[in-house]
């Protein structure tokens, strides 16, 4: 049973050997892509 609580918190065997970004760079790509987005659909009224 305590192994079963140990394993919990532990990443996956095939994930850990990934390199994970930071989130910091996930938030400024989605703002990105976000903005890009707004940007392409909005041109007509921004120009």
């Not at 140990?6 to 976000?34: M, S, V």
């Amino acid at each position: 049973m305590e192994n079963r609580e140990e394993n919990k918190n532990q990443t996956p065997h095939k994930a850990a050997r990934l390199a994970w970004p930071k989130a910091k760079y996930g938030i400024y790509l989605a703002i990105f892509i976000i903005v890009f987005i707004l940007i392409i659909l909005y041109k007509d009224l921004i120009l």
